[in-house]
């Protein structure tokens, strides 16, 4: 009874699809979308290439004076991962000291091409 | 008409994951049953011995997608016991919050699963449509709808912030109104009654006998439950009950996570109210002292172990991952015989099976270049000594 | 029929056969929508059943090894024949210009045959699966050919007449059958819904259990043909249905200028038709598929039963009232 009920009161009222594209759903602040790098604050510390899973971050030439904590250093090296690699994970944002590599809130496209980077 | 074998799977439309069953059938009653279950082996437990406790735990994450979070605080468990870490209560609940909504979301999945296999394509939606709220509260929490990546080794790595935990608060009581529909459907809807009733009995005896773990023998009378006969996370300090049904049959197995559902929600409610303050992890050694741990965990599916040796080093040295959709393969072997060849797919999806999570093990033979499976008597032969005098069966 | 070109008309354009492919994708739509909001979703577009039809037709065919492909061309074409033909004898506008005594059991006749059809593609077809598809689509017919064929003939029994135009014209003068036996009402909606092999009677077409059934080897054109077929054979047993019971396109009163008839008869049978789909979409989303040796019992023991019962009352109350 209380199935034929439920199925007359939905023919009567709209659907619950959301129809994207032309309606969005909002993104919470905490999701974990497309990774992107600050170039001006990143040290050059390695650590994210360390910790990452999956082995989507080498750490290429990079010279650069950055300052950090007050001081200024000299940083030899900087991050490029990449992007279709990435499995999102956090990892690196979890354990970079200053805040320079970090997941955006847009959705990360999947693609096949290996070569593309984001530095 | 004399029997004949059907090849169900490993491509076929009832199926989500690959695996073979071929059944042998005498008109439309099954006679016997014979499974192949490597068809999802990837290697999980070598990878993990090649990664270090911070890259380790996406890897155990990604083993299964329904039951992410399981695995990967049995393993977080397992390593903290070892380290003998004390990990901060706040942690603690977090981490039961974010168990129990994977209980749900899972639970919903389950009886949406069940109402498409037999047909009753209605209930499949709905439920569906109601595990989305699930989804938007994990999506707020962790970021991402499944492989939350809470988890570290010492704590959780997110906070919840008063935002989130009213959010999520207020999402509840919508979806306990819809579970309320959903238990007095599946008692009262006649179709999904008369295709549950009385198929795959399975009695205590023979579920205690065969290993059976999780609802499946929680249908049947066992009240065994990892949360209440080995409590961990926050499980002791909330009141919550075991549900358990006696029917023993598809339709009892609907009844306990239905109930289960309800517990589960109960649970989140209480933990979200009342959330202790402090920080959120401690911070771990890079490696962890000799020693051997068997860690439990309640999945939803059942009782999950992993085992975990290490060495003293930064990776562990071997881990084995005992599922609980392993454990009750066999109960279905055993109640499928004499039922209708109409009523194996209903039997296979009360166990809520999970082949990501089940094939550990495959025998690859290099020169003839196949895999398969080794029989009982074959695993016992290879684990001889050399004193036993066996044939190689 | 006196003239030849507007008896060409009847039979090919309207009402015939191209208004009934039309009508048939149209039901099929709105079948599939109806069924899709009851359930929250969207639901396809209008033209979606004719896409689906145009594509298939132009998809590869695939044969089995060892197939007689003569037989998998030919049946779907015969199955299509069959309830086509059927459509030629219900009264639509008005009354059908081939109606003759007799043409209820022709009709009847022909609407089984797409199941037959079924058996022997999935018999043919060299797979377990639609083996087992073509057994249980037999079986379900025994099953549910004798209770419907009943209910429908007991108004045949009622109105004295073998043709279902004259059935419609006696229920102009009297009253709509569904009032005088709603039990044969209830079993012929039920008899239909397990004629097109829908949900809770989708037993040979089970996709979770057996694949497809016989409807396994079926590709591209024959898939299309064949699924035109079911399509038809809503369209056929919804008209057959509401003809029977539901007073088909007459009024109960005459309506004087002829063309004012045609209208207003052709609007009553898209009415009727529609309530028919508005039921049998109900029953659909409403319930699980049950299984065979379910059905067996509910059939034999509920079904059958019922309509026994219902011919026992017809034949009393055409002694007591009708023909006294």
């Known amino acids: 009874m209380s199935v034929l009920r439920e199925m007359f009161e939905n023919l009567l009222s709209r659907p619950i699809t959301i129809l994207y594209p032309k309606e969005k759903v909002p993104i919470p602040g905490a999701f974990r979308g497309r990774v992107a790098i600050t170039d001006e604050k990143c040290i050059g510390c390695s650590k994210c290439s360390l910790v990452c899973p999956a082995r989507a971050i080498t750490m290429i030439d990079g010279p650069r004076e950055v300052e950090f904590n007050g001081k200024t250093l000299n940083r030899k090296k900087r991050p490029q991962v990449k992007l279709y690699k990435c499995i999102r994970c956090g990892l690196c944002e979890r354990h970079c000291p200053t805040g320079a590599i970090f997941l955006k809130n847009e959705l990360s496209s999947s693609g096949t091409d290996g070569e593309i980077v984001v530095m | 008409m004399p029997e004949v074998v059907v090849s169900i799977g490993p491509h076929h439309p009832a199926l989500k994951e690959p695996v073979n069953f071929k059944v042998v059938v005498d008109g439309e009653k099954i006679v016997r049953l014979e499974l192949d279950l490597s068809y999802n082996h990837r290697g999980v437990e070598k990878a993990a011995e090649q990664r270090d406790f911070i890259r380790v735990l996406p890897l155990m994450e990604r083993v299964c997608g329904i039951c992410s979070h399981s695995h990967s605080t049995a393993f977080a468990k397992g390593i903290e016991e070892l380290m003998q870490l004390e990990i901060p209560p706040r942690a603690q609940y977090i981490r039961t919050i974010i168990a129990e909504l994977e209980r749900m979301h899972s639970h919903l999945l389950w009886l949406g699963v069940a109402a498409h296999v037999i047909g009753f394509n209605t209930l499949f939606m709905w439920t569906w449509r109601d595990r989305e709220a699930v989804q938007d509260t994990v999506e707020e929490m962790s970021g991402n709808r499944v492989h939350y990546g809470m988890n570290e080794v010492g704590g959780v790595r997110r906070d919840l912030t008063p935002a989130q935990v009213t959010a999520a608060l207020e999402r509840l009581p919508n979806l306990e109104e819809r579970i309320k529909k959903y238990v007095d459907m599946v008692s009262s809807e006649e179709t999904m009654l008369i295709r549950f009733r009385g198929v795959g009995k399975l009695s205590k005896e023979e579920a205690l006998k065969y290993g059976t773990v999780g609802p499946t023998a929680r249908a049947s009378g066992v009240d065994y439950d990892t949360r209440k006969d080995d409590p961990y996370l926050a499980y002791a300090d909330v009141p919550w009950n075991v549900v358990t049904d006696t029917n023993g049959d598809v339709y009892g197995r609907t009844r306990v996570r239905i109930g289960e559902l309800w517990e589960s929600l109960k649970i989140v409610r209480y933990c979200l109210e009342n959330l202790p303050e402090g920080s959120i992890r401690v911070t771990a050694p890079r490696n962890a002292p000799t020693g051997e741990i068997l860690s439990r965990y309640e999945a939803p599916r059942g009782e999950l172990a992993h085992f975990i040796r290490t060495n003293g080093t930064d990776k562990v040295e071997r881990v084995d991952i005992r599922t609980p959709t392993l454990a009750n393969w066999t109960s279905v072997a055993i109640c499928l015989v004499n039922q209708n060849l109409a009523d194996l797919p209903v039997i296979v999806a009360a166990i809520d099976p999970c082949l990501s999570c089940t094939s550990r093990i495959t025998l690859l033979d290099k020169q003839a270049k196949k895999t398969g499976v080794m029989s009982l008597d074959e695993l016992i032969w290879r684990n001889r000594s050399r004193d036993q005098e066996q044939v190689r069966p | 029929m006196t003239d030849p070109v507007s008896g060409l008309i009847y039979i090919l354009i309207f009402p015939g056969f191209l208004f009934l492919f039309l009508y048939a994708l149209f039901l099929a739509f709105l079948d599939r929508k109806i069924a899709a909001r009851m359930q929250q979703r969207v639901g396809p577009p209008f033209f979606q059943p004719f896409a689906d039809f145009i594509k298939m037709l132009g998809k590869e065919v695939i044969d089995p090894a060892g197939v007689d492909r003569v037989i998998f061309d030919a049946a779907p074409l015969v199955a299509l024949a069959a309830v086509m033909t059927a459509y030629l004898y219900i009264p639509i506008v008005g009354n059908s210009p081939l109606a003759f005594q007799g043409d209820l059991v022709v009709v009847l006749y022909l609407m089984s045959l797409p199941t037959i059809v079924l058996f022997l593609l999935g018999w043919l077809s060299r797979n377990i699966f639609s083996a087992i598809g073509g057994i249980r689509s037999v079986t379900q017919l025994f099953i549910y050919e004798v209770p419907f064929f009943l209910a429908l003939l007991t108004p045949a029994l009622m109105a004295g007449t073998w043709s279902i135009s004259e059935i419609v014209i006696w229920q102009q003068k009297n009253m ?107 029953i659909k989303v409403a319930t699980g598929r049950i299984r065979i040796d379910q059905l067996n019992d509910i059939g034999w023991k509920y079904i059958a039963g019922a309509s026994i019962v219902q011919v026992g009352i017809v034949l009393v109350m055409n002694y007591l009232w009708v023909y006294a």
């Open chain 3, 176 to 282: 709509w059958f569904v009032f005088l036996q709603p039990i044969g009402f209830i079993i012929a909606l039920i008899g239909l819904q397990a004629k097109l092999e829908r949900t809770p009677f989708d037993i040979p077409e089970a996709e979770t259990e057996i694949v497809a059934g016989p409807w396994t080897e079926l590709t591209g054109r024959r898939l299309a043909i064949m699924d035109l077929t079911v399509d038809v054979s809503f369209v056929v047993g919804s008209a057959l249905v509401a003809a029977v019971f539901l007073g088909g396109p007459l009024m109960p009163w005459a309506v004087t200028p002829g063309w004012l008839a045609v209208v207003v008869g052709f609007f009553l049978f898209l009415a009727k038709t529609l309530a028919v789909l508005l039921i049998l979409s109900s």
